[in-house]
C-alpha cells in the first residue's frame, strides 16, 4: 500500500509544523511550502493532495489553484483551501475554482483531519483510470491528450496545443 502524500501551502511556518505532525501522525507522508512560488518547484503531480492557504506573497493560493486546475497533469489532485477568508462568498469563489473542500481559519487539526480523510476517500476512487470523461470538470482525459469541453483547450502532455 503506497503512502498518500500531502503538500501544504501556508506562509504560517508554524501552523504548517503543526498539521505536518498531526498528518503524519495519521500516516501520511506530509511536506510543507511556505510560499505558492516554494510549492511550484515540487514535482507536484506526486501530491494525492494539496492544504493550500489563499493570501499569501507575490502568487496567491487562488492563482496557485488556477494554475493546478489549468494544468492536465496537476488537475485532478484534490484541494482543499485552509484560510482566514471567512465570507460566504470567499467559499463559493474557493469550490467554484475547484476545490474539493474549504476549510475557515481558525480550525482544529481534528477538523482538517477528518476533512482531509473524507476528500481523500472521495478522490482516491477515481484516480486509477486511464481514459476519463468527469462531468466535474468537462474533461476527457486519454493518456497524455486532454480535451477541455468547457475552456476548449487542449493539450498534450501539459503542452497546449
Known sequence: MTTERILIVDDEETLCEVLKLNLENEGYDVDTAF??????????KEYSLILLDIMMGEISGIKMAKMLKADVATADIPIIFCTARDTEDDMIMGLNLGADDYIMKPYTVRNVIARVKSVLRRTSNHKNTNNTLSEKSNRLVVDGLCLDLEFKRCTVDGEEV
Open 35 to 44: 510560499s505558492a512560488e516554494q510549492a511550484l518547484t515540487y514535482d507536484l
